[in-house]
């Protein structure tokens, strides 16, 4: 019985890395629109219509559950897709919850009135798209208190990453961290705000220095789809096998997924 994964590219190969070690015995359907790719420099409609039109092929693939590993959907479309357009049989889940969880040490069904939290300093490193929607401070503000966010928009990562390019990827991130630090000298925590970031975890975190502490979402992610699956275990689809669909040519991601996982990905047709 499958679960979906949803990114506009090859980024949320992060969280299914993760979860897959999580939840070895759940088949996951992974959609990347690679056709599509970045997301970070759409619009919000365009997104919300690129995201809905995925999340509707893994549904038809079996699956009732559907993550958007993707940062950008989580901030631009899931807010509406949840109001207005998810049927009431189906979940789709975003990625900004674990990390708030764990920023504010406070489990998502806590309805008590916003607290003070340890980290009040806080960089968050996203898409264009991401930081623009202002999303994750919206959420943050429901939860916690005075914490400071400082938004950097790390425009070209996604593409280098999604290029090969890991070494124009950890140039960019050096000069972002470097951009973010002029605004905000000494933040205390830093979150790596899109699922293509884990693979420059390490530069972010030599970038930052020891004294901050660094929140990515892959193993975060892992971690609270664990417990909501065995909080709501009927929603797990019907699928049964391991998918993986991309818009792009499959021939070419999943060559670039290969060296993404160190693993032999087989992409096919959406």
């Not at 056709?35 to 365009?46: F, L, S, T």
């Not at 989580?74 to 900004?96: C, D, H, N, T, Y």
């Not at 400071?148 to 950890?170: H, N, S, Y």
């Given at each position: 019985m499958a679960v979906g994964i949803f990114d506009s590219g090859l980024g949320g190969l992060t969280v299914l890395d993760a979860v897959g070690r999580r939840l070895p015995e759940v088949p996951f359907v992974y959609f990347g629109?690679?056709?599509?790719?970045?997301?970070?420099?759409?619009?919000?409609?365009?997104?919300?219509e690129l995201t809905t039109a995925a999340v509707e092929r893994m549904w038809e693939a079996g699956c009732d559950l559907v993550i958007l590993a993707c940062n950008t959907a989580?901030?631009?479309?899931?807010?509406?897709?949840?109001?207005?357009?998810?049927?009431?049989?189906?979940?789709?889940?975003?990625?900004?919850?674990?990390?708030?969880?764990?920023?504010?040490?406070?489990h998502w069904g806590d309805n008590s009135p916003p607290r003070e939290v340890a980290v009040q300093h806080v960089a968050l490193f996203a898409t264009p798209a991401t930081v623009s929607?202002?999303?994750?401070?919206?959420?943050?503000?429901?939860?916690?208190?005075?914490?400071?966010?400082?938004?950097?928009?790390?425009?070209?990562?996604?593409?280098?990453?999604?290029?090969?390019?890991?070494?124009?990827?950890?140039?960019?991130?050096?000069?972002?961290?470097?951009?973010?630090?002029?605004k905000m000298p000494l933040p205390e925590a830093a979150i790596l705000g899109c699922t293509h970031y884990p693979l420059m975890e390490t530069i972010f975190a030599e970038a930052l220095g020891p004294e901050v502490k660094v929140f990515s979402q892959a193993n975060l992610v892992a971690e609270s789809l664990a417990d909501y699956l065995e909080r709501h275990p009927a929603m797990v689809g019907t699928g049964t096998e391991s998918v993986f669909l991309t818009t792009g040519d499959p021939a070419t991601v999943s060559n670039?997924?290969?060296?993404f996982l160190r693993r032999r990905i087989e992409f096919q047709a959406a």
């Open positions: 629109d690679n056709a599509h790719a970045p997301y970070g420099v759409r619009d919000a409609q365009d997104v919300y989580s901030a631009a479309a899931l807010r509406r897709m949840q109001e207005s357009w998810i049927p009431p049989e189906k979940r789709v889940l975003g990625v900004f919850v674990p990390l708030i969880e764990a920023l504010t040490e406070r929607s202002r999303a994750f401070q919206r959420e943050l503000a429901f939860r916690a208190i005075g914490v400071d966010v400082e938004a950097q928009a790390c425009g070209g990562v996604v593409d280098a990453i999604e290029d090969g390019d890991l070494i124009l990827a950890e140039a960019l991130v050096r000069s972002h961290v470097d951009a973010l630090k002029r670039r997924a290969t060296q």
